[in-house]
């Protein structure tokens, strides 16, 4: 597969098909990594406290690498927006980098059903995978 070949898929404000943020930190040490672990944990139960929109949060970690992978599911756009109103989230955010920690940020939009966006097949409907689906939809 050609490496230069990109999906161009329009970035929706507008759609409800939920998001995925991704938070890459790259730690110099294994106390770091450990003590971003930690921040982490606080940090997630003070967002699932006080902002809305978040379905679920997990993370990865590769020891080796010393490269933790921050996860999460928004319902929405709009809904990211309000880890800014998480003061534990705010004062997180600007620690890494006082301690030379790299990071990565991204946000994905949902494509379209697999079928679609894999095989240019005409999948019945848009269906984000991070809602229930209607027992008419199976």
């Keep these: 597969m050609d490496r230069n070949l990109a999906l161009q ?3 929706d404000e507008d759609y409800e098909g939920g998001r995925v ?3 890459r930190f790259e730690c110099n040490t294994y106390a770091q ?3 971003m672990l930690v921040l982490h944990q606080r940090v997630k139960r003070a967002v699932r406290r006080d902002a ?3 379905l679920a949060a997990t993370l990865v970690v590769d020891w080796r690498r010393k490269v ?3 996860i999460s599911l ?3 756009q709009r809904s990211i927006y309000t880890m800014g109103e998480v003061y534990r989230h705010i004062v997180a955010t600007r620690l890494p980098s006082r301690w030379g920690i790299r990071t990565a940020s991204g946000i ?3 494509a379209g059903d697999w079928r679609a966006v894999m095989f240019d097949s005409h999948a019945p409907r848009r ?3 991070l809602f229930p689906l209607s027992k008419s939809s199976a």
């Design 68 to 70: 933790m992978l921050s």
């Design 108 to 110: 994905f939009a949902f």
């Design 9 to 11: 898929v329009p970035f």
């Design 74 to 76: 928004w319902q929405d």
């Design 127 to 129: 269906r984000s995978p």
């Design 21 to 23: 943020v991704v938070t």
């Design 33 to 35: 990594l450990v003590v």
């Design 52 to 54: 809305s929109g978040l």
